[in-house]
């Protein structure tokens, strides 16, 4: 059993990051949907009010937006810390950019939304709302188009420096390996060169002979090797 102050294994500093992560990723759905919602209420007064101060606003805001306000400087710090910190520790992707998306397609598609159907007295429809709903669905939708695209590159990227898998042969006693550089290419019966047609019916014999090849692997593959020197 390790000690007490021993440091925690590799295993458990992923464990613990990956709980951070999904914390902060829980804060920031969280602070985007209260902002909606905050926005909503807003939007159903007429879109502006205001409280406090020595003043008598004409238009008071809903109940529980001072509260909202406060419990949203609390999650986007937790958001972003959570995120960042929980990625790293569990050396998975960070989605703190997903962030600006989430938070601007929720906005515009709620301005779009008030603006076909805007609150009492606003008229039957608001070109205010419908100009910064369709502004604010491009600031959301172009970054994570370009987000999109990034992680499509990198996949490519990765597949291409894995480089192609191996080539396979239709029988599979004849499969290509392919020697390593600076290895010298196997002995093979016949003649050095595969591609030779006399080399490689000598050495579809030589397999037959060995037990390599059954007789009718043998003469199919004769039959194409013979084919496909025909067809030069």
């Not at 960070?94 to 709620?110: D, S």
């Not at 172009?142 to 191996?166: D, E, F, M």
């Not at 029988?171 to 196997?186: K, M, T, V, W």
Request: net charge positive.
């Amino acid at each position: 059993m390790p000690p007490p102050d021993a440091p925690p294994t590799w295993s458990a500093r992923r464990a613990t990051g990956a709980v951070v992560l999904g914390v902060g990723v829980a804060a920031g759905a969280a602070a985007v949907t209260l902002l909606w919602r905050l926005m909503r209420s807003v939007t159903a007064v007429g879109g502006s009010c205001a409280d406090g101060g020595p003043y008598v606003s004409a238009q008071p805001c809903p109940d529980g937006t001072g509260a909202t306000i406060g419990l949203l400087f609390v999650l986007v710090p937790l958001f972003l810390g959570g995120t960042w910190w929980g990625a790293l520790r569990a050396q998975a992707p960070n989605p703190v950019l997903l962030g600006w998306p989430a938070l601007f397609l929720t906005l515009g598609w709620q301005f779009l939304r008030d603006g076909v159907d805007p609150p009492a007295g606003a008229g039957d429809i608001s070109l205010g709302y419908l100009i910064c709903g369709v502004v604010f669905v491009l600031m959301g939708a172009a970054p994570l188009l370009l987000l999109l695209s990034a992680w499509r590159g990198s996949r490519r990227t990765r597949r291409a420096q894995a480089g192609p898998p191996p080539v396979v042969t239709t029988f599979p006693h004849l499969r290509d390996h392919r020697p390593s550089r600076g290895s010298a290419e196997p002995d093979l019966p016949g003649g050095d060169d595969p591609r030779d047609l006399t080399g490689r019916l000598e050495r579809l014999a030589a397999l037959h002979a060995s037990g390599a090849l059954t007789d009718a692997e043998f003469r199919a593959a004769k039959a194409a090797t013979l084919g496909e020197g025909a067809g030069r």
